[in-house]
């Protein structure tokens, strides 16, 4: 087999000469023994380093004879199979094999490394020692992450805000939308509407508009017309300014006390004396004593309470008579069904939301006892409970039949009353229903005379007999006021834990029903103070109050009505 | 004595920053919204001001640490405020959150807020810790003197392995093409220098090869092959003259792998001063993006 071994020289600096050889052989021997073909005096060559055999059409085979591999293209190898025109690398030579000429069967060509591209060579094979110089950077990455956060941050929520269509995409999708911008959870109700920011957020930049809050909350009042009072605050104040919402389930309304101290503390001054409230900044050294809602009544009979402020001898007037300490007797009321002891709860049942207690229904609660039975002869006979016309209609119905059906034992009446009326007895003649009716009537009205004035309606009401006043007998309007404080809201349904005496000690002993068993201020004061209180329920004003209070204003249809 | 980034000025940052948190500790004690506290109160509103500021502050570090002209203090200095402030800015910004948490923007931002921050954390402790392993490590030599060291022990190696057998001179041979310092980004922070490891096992080797009876097979080490080779080669045909040249062969290469080790633990602590500033400076940036996304979303739903 013949090799060619073109030998490139280098002459000077540009020229290059060529030194060809023919080498016979099977294969080319490589290495700095000096039998190799190709002798490469070079302390990097091993003596024996390499050997390569032609394959013939254009193919080598390169084998090593060293344990430290052959650099071969680039890469260390121990036996590889290349085409023309690959390069093999020992020390400083470079060995190409070529496409052999006509007359050679296999070609190399052997050239030197010359000192600046070794040192190239070994720059560009040398591994990275500093971080700087491997894949990893700080511009491109930085890059990537603002543009990402940004682009999935702000600007896609914001095309989901001005473009519905890229919305309803999004809401479809686990890709961020405006609801990566809640910056809480939502107040429990605001939640059926929650996945639309722009059902509150209506305008980029702006804040909640108070339409957005009416929109819904129609018939919301308002707490005090700022046309009348002299007051930015109130003028000014946005449903948001107290209202914050993505504050969580409990966050939306504050019970911060200085929302109504901070104007309330000096509001007559605020107002310029506009407002008659006085100034009240804190429940439990701040407030004044409590107005109550006593019972009265107008010149032409309608029911008009008066407020005043409670004091502790302050007489209330429901023109009822009860006197509560013969009712509460510990060892008990001789009952029709026995002996009974009465408790409050006997009388005083609450309400079915709790707050307030049911009214006092003659019917069910004294009834029991006080009948209102009119005749000894009909002892299971009595009047309804109802106004005297009602009454005095019953008992001129009971004995008019009487009369006239006859067979009423009462030796004061006249034969004819009470002779009783056999079958086939003759009816009675015009002068005897005449006399039976008479009687009836006096019957009647003495029965009246003694209910009203006697034993039965005169117990516990204020009875006037008829007169040049009033043709018919006159009783008293009854009634409690129902709700003692309107301008605060109590509950007892919030006070079960409570004896009903903790509160309404006075009843056990009240022996007038004039006696007001309501208690004042200083009783709740006992156990609520104010925000700051210690020891007690911290109690801010919203306890009790409401803001939205206006008897007359609501916010939709604006405060400036 | 040395003063490090850390008591820079008598700690002057350090107390600044105490400072800070404490007006901010009190401020958010004494402040009652009414509410629940809430980035959307006025403390809310100053604290993340404050914040916003703060991050931008700490961002132009970047900046002041490039601009060797300016006379605007020193860079270390800047680097001490620079730490203190930014640890001040957890505090901060966790008051500015009111502890509300959830899954959105606010809170992504408030983790790779914090993410800066501990990365920035763990580049103090390799800045106050590495320097000095590094000196230690270098001996008094630089990199480069230590690389030109390694050059020559591999040409004195070749030629007295060359003296010595050609199966030795390969074994040498391959050892050089072995011994690659520096690499990927993975490779510099184990400090593997890639050399022949076995190297040192060597000796042990040719310990056991005099403690054990002369003509027994040498022990089946799991080292490389270039022990094997040479193990191999003491134990079948070495004379004197060749085992002397072996072991001064060896001490060579026991002394290029010591030099080896050395600069790939040189290439290890320059990678980990450096690989925090990775995650610390892109972090920051993106920070800063989610930051303004915070910001602009905050006031667009106003």
Same mark, same amino acid.
């Given at each position: 087999?013949?090799?060619?071994?073109?030998?490139?020289?280098?002459?000077?600096?540009?020229?290059?000469?060529?030194?060809?050889?023919?080498?016979?052989?099977?294969?080319?021997?490589?290495?700095?023994?000096?039998?190799?073909?190709?002798?490469?005096?070079?302390?990097?060559?091993?003596?024996?380093?390499?050997?390569?055999?032609?394959?013939?059409?254009?193919?080598?085979?390169?084998?090593?004879?060293?344990?430290?591999?052959?650099?071969?293209?680039?890469?260390?190898?121990?036996?590889?199979?290349?085409?023309?025109?690959?390069?093999?690398?020992?020390?400083?030579?470079?060995?190409?094999?070529?496409?052999?000429?006509?007359?050679?069967?296999?070609?190399?060509?052997?050239?030197?490394?010359?000192?600046?591209?070794?040192?190239?060579?070994?720059?560009?094979?040398?591994?990275?020692?500093?971080?700087?110089?491997?894949?990893?950077?700080?511009?491109?990455?930085?890059?990537?992450?603002?543009?990402?956060?940004?682009?999935?941050?702000?600007?896609?929520?914001?095309?989901?805000?001005?473009?519905?269509?890229?919305?309803?995409?999004?809401?479809?999708?686990?890709?961020?939308?405006?609801?990566?911008?809640?910056?809480?959870?939502?107040?429990?109700?605001?939640?059926?509407?929650?996945?639309?920011?722009?059902?509150?957020?209506?305008?980029?930049?702006?804040?909640?508009?108070?339409?957005?809050?009416?929109?819904?909350?129609?018939?919301?009042?308002?707490?005090?017309?700022p046309a009348l009072f002299n007051i930015s605050e109130l003028g000014d104040a946005r449903c948001g300014t107290c209202h914050k919402d993505h504050n969580g389930e409990r966050g939306m309304v504050s019970t911060d006390q200085r929302l109504c101290s901070d104007c309330h503390a000096d509001l007559t001054a605020r107002t310029e004396g506009a407002s008659q409230i006085v100034d009240i900044s804190d429940f439990g050294d701040a407030h004044p004593q409590f107005h109550v809602n006593l019972p009265?009544?107008?010149?032409?009979?309608?029911?008009?309470?008066?407020?005043?402020?409670?004091?502790?001898?302050?007489?209330?007037?429901?023109?009822?008579?009860?006197?509560?300490?013969?009712?509460l007797k510990a060892d008990g009321l001789n009952t029709p069904d026995g002996r009974k002891t009465l408790s409050c709860a006997s009388c005083h049942t609450p309400e079915p939301g709790g707050a307030a207690m049911k009214p006092i229904a003659f019917e069910s609660m004294c009834r029991e006892c006080h009948q209102l039975g009119f005749d000894s002869l009909a002892p299971e006979r009595e009047v309804p409970h109802a106004d005297v016309a009602a009454v005095v209609y019953t008992l001129d119905e009971y004995y008019a039949r009487r009369g006239l059906e006859g067979g009423y034992a009462d030796a004061r009446a006249p034969i004819v009353v009470q002779q009783r009326r056999r079958p086939g007895s003759p009816p009675l003649s015009r002068q005897e229903q005449v006399e039976a009716l008479a009687w009836a009537r006096d019957?009647?009205?003495?029965?009246?005379?003694?209910?009203?004035?006697?034993?039965?309606?005169?117990?516990?009401?204020?009875?006037?007999?008829?007169?040049?006043?009033?043709?018919?007998?006159?009783? &008293?309007?009854?009634?409690?006021?129902?709700?003692?404080?309107?301008? &605060?809201?109590?509950?007892?349904?919030?006070?079960?834990?409570?004896?009903?005496?903790?509160?309404?000690?006075?009843?056990?002993?009240?022996?007038?029903?004039?006696?007001?068993?309501?208690?004042?201020?200083?009783?709740?004061?006992?156990?609520?103070g104010g925000a700051t209180a210690q020891g007690k329920v911290a109690s801010t004003c919203i306890a009790c109050h409401d803001y939205h209070r206006s008897p007359v204003l609501t916010l939709d249809t604006g405060a400036k009505k | 004595m040395h003063e490090s980034i850390l008591t820079h000025a008598r700690s002057r940052y350090l107390w600044v920053s105490l400072a800070l948190c404490a007006i901010s500790l009190a401020l958010y004690v004494w402040?009652?919204?009414?509410?629940?506290?809430?980035?959307?109160?006025?403390?809310?509103?100053?604290?993340?001001?404050?914040?916003?500021?703060?991050?931008?502050?700490?961002?132009?570090?970047?900046?002041?640490?490039?601009?060797?002209?300016?006379?605007?203090?020193?860079?270390?200095?800047?680097?001490?405020?620079?730490i203190y402030l930014g640890t001040a800015l957890i505090l901060i910004a966790l008051l500015h959150s009111g502890f509300q948490f959830g899954w959105n923007l606010h809170t992504f931002a408030l983790v790779l807020m914090l993410a800066v921050i501990f990365s920035g954390f763990f580049g103090v402790y390799a800045y106050l810790r590495y320097p000095t392993l590094m000196t230690r490590n270098r001996e008094n030599a630089t990199r480069d003197a230590m690389l030109d060291e390694i050059g020559e022990i591999d040409q004195n190696a070749l030629a007295l392995a060359d003296g010595i057998a050609p199966e030795i001179h390969g074994v040498v041979l391959r050892s050089i093409e072995n011994t690659k310092l520096g690499g990927g980004v993975w490779t510099q922070l184990r400090a593997r220098d890639g050399s022949d490891i076995a190297i040192a096992r060597i000796r042990a080797a040719l310990q056991q090869r005099s403690n054990t009876q002369i003509g027994a097979k040498p022990v089946a080490l799991q080292a490389g092959q270039t022990i094997v080779a040479m193990v191999d080669f003491l134990a079948g045909h070495a004379d004197d003259k060749q085992s002397e040249a072996m072991r001064k062969l060896i001490d060579m290469l026991s002394r290029k792998r010591a030099l080896a080790t050395r600069v790939a633990r040189d290439i290890q602590y320059q990678a980990v001063m450096e690989i925090w500033l990775y995650l610390h400076v892109p972090l920051s940036v993106t920070l800063l993006a989610a930051l303004i996304g915070h910001i602009v979303s905050v006031f667009f739903y106003w």
């Open positions: 087999m013949r090799w060619l071994i073109r030998r490139v020289l280098k002459k000077g600096k540009n020229s290059i000469s060529y030194e060809e050889d023919t080498h016979y052989g099977e294969m080319l021997t490589i290495g700095r023994a000096s039998d190799q073909a190709i002798f490469l005096p070079d302390i990097r060559a091993a003596l024996n380093h390499a050997r390569v055999t032609s394959l013939g059409s254009g193919q080598y085979r390169v084998e090593s004879l060293i344990i430290a591999g052959i650099r071969v293209n680039g890469e260390i190898t121990y036996a590889i199979t290349v085409g023309a025109g690959a390069v093999i690398e020992i020390g400083a030579t470079r060995l190409t094999l070529i496409a052999a000429p006509q007359d050679h069967d296999a070609a190399v060509e052997v050239a030197a490394i010359d000192k600046g591209e070794q040192a190239f060579i070994i720059a560009l094979r040398k591994k990275p020692t500093s971080l700087s110089q491997t894949w990893i950077g700080k511009r491109w990455p930085s890059w990537v992450g603002f543009v990402t956060v940004l682009a999935f941050g702000l600007l896609l929520p914001i095309t989901s805000h001005f473009v519905p269509v890229v919305d309803t995409l999004l809401s479809h999708s686990p890709l961020p939308s405006t609801a990566a911008w809640e910056t809480g959870e939502l107040d429990a109700a605001h939640r059926h509407f929650g996945d639309d920011c722009k059902a509150c957020h209506q305008n980029a930049f702006l804040m909640v508009r108070d339409t957005a809050c009416t929109s819904c909350h129609a018939n919301t009042k308002a707490h005090a017309d009265g009544w107008s010149a032409d009979g309608e029911f008009t309470p008066k407020s005043l402020p409670w004091t502790a001898g302050l007489r209330e007037n429901s023109g009822l008579k009860f006197n509560h300490l013969a009712h019957r009647a009205r003495e029965a009246a005379r003694t209910l009203f004035t006697g034993k039965a309606c005169v117990t516990c009401h204020s009875v006037a007999p008829p007169g040049p006043a009033n043709a018919d007998w006159k009783i &008293a309007p009854v009634r409690v006021s129902g709700i003692w404080y309107v301008e &605060a809201h109590f509950t007892h349904a919030r006070h079960e834990t409570m004896a009903c005496a903790d509160c309404h000690g006075d009843a056990e002993t009240s022996k007038a029903s004039n006696d007001l068993l309501i208690p004042g201020i200083d009783n709740c004061r006992q156990c609520h | 402040h009652d919204p009414g509410m629940t506290p809430n980035g959307g109160t006025w403390l809310g509103y100053t604290l993340g001001t404050v914040a916003a500021a703060l991050i931008v502050w700490l961002m132009l570090f970047g900046i002041r640490k490039r601009s060797y002209s300016t006379t605007l203090g020193s860079t270390r200095g800047w680097l001490s405020a620079h």
